[in-house]
Every structure is written in structure tokens, then in C-alpha cells.
């Protein structure tokens, strides 16, 4: 089992940045592919960004390419998601994810139905 907890998120406005940070409950941190979701009020829930086991390989969604960034650090068991230039429909609750590896190391994961660990979320609201 591992447990994830987000944070870092908060009321901005638009144009400001965050950084959402997820620490894991694992020493073997670098065995997971990470991925961070959204979800708005009404809507289903969304990929924003993954990252594989290695850190190599990343995906975002169109609708985030060239304003949030992620990153891991695994000697903190450690995955950020550096958000800049928010926009209003950025806000919803942000969760991270984990999906042990056992082969793939390289890929990133996409689908909610890839995840099998999640953090409790963290609320984004950007005002306009």
C-alpha cells in the first residue's frame, strides 16, 4: 500500500503560479509511474500530466501543454506539478496518482483505470 498526500494548492488569481507537490509513502518511490488528475465541479475526472518510472518520459493534456510542468524527485519520494499562467478553468481538485511498475518503467499512464493508489486531492481556485 502506498499512501499519497497532495498539497500546495490555494485561491490565486489568474495569470499566478503554483506548485501542487504529492509525497509518497514509499522507499522504492522510482517503481511508480505518477500521474496528476482534476477534477471540476459537474465534469469527470481528467489526466493533467503523467510521468513515468524514470522521469524520462512525460504527457500532458492539450489543454495544460506549456503552462504546468511535472517533475519527480525520487530521493524524496516526491512528484511536483508546477503550474503557471493559470486560467480560471484551471480550478478543481487536483489528485495525484501511483501505479506500481513491474515493467515499463519508461511509459507513461494515462487512464484513471491505470492508478491504483490516490491521494485525498487539493483544491485549485483561480479567479479571474
Known amino acids: 500500500q502506498v499512501q499519497l498526500v497532495e498539497s500546495g494548492g490555494g485561491l490565486v488569481q489568474a495569470g499566478d503560479s503554483l506548485r501542487l507537490s504529492c509525497a509518497a509513502s514509499?522507499?522504492?518511490?522510482?517503481?511508480?509511474?505518477m500521474g496528476w488528475f482534476r477534477q471540476a465541479p459537474g465534469k469527470e475526472r481528467e489526466v493533467v500530466a503523467a510521468i513515468s518510472g524514470t522521469g524520462d518520459s512525460t504527457y500532458y493534456a492539450d489543454s495544460v501543454k506549456g503552462r504546468l510542468t511535472i517533475s519527480r524527485d525520487d530521493a524524496k519520494s516526491t512528484v511536483y506539478l508546477q503550474m503557471n499562467t493559470l486560467k480560471p478553468e484551471d480550478t478543481a481538485v487536483y489528485y495525484c496518482?501511483?501505479?506500481?511498475?513491474?515493467?515499463?518503467?519508461?511509459?507513461?499512464?494515462?487512464?484513471?483505470?491505470?492508478?491504483?493508489?490516490w491521494g485525498q486531492g487539493t483544491q485549485v481556485t483561480v479567479s479571474s
Open positions: 514509499t522507499r522504492t518511490f522510482s517503481r511508480y509511474a
Open positions: 496518482a501511483a501505479r506500481s511498475l513491474s515493467f515499463g518503467r519508461t511509459l507513461t499512464y494515462t487512464a484513471h483505470y491505470h492508478y491504483a493508489y
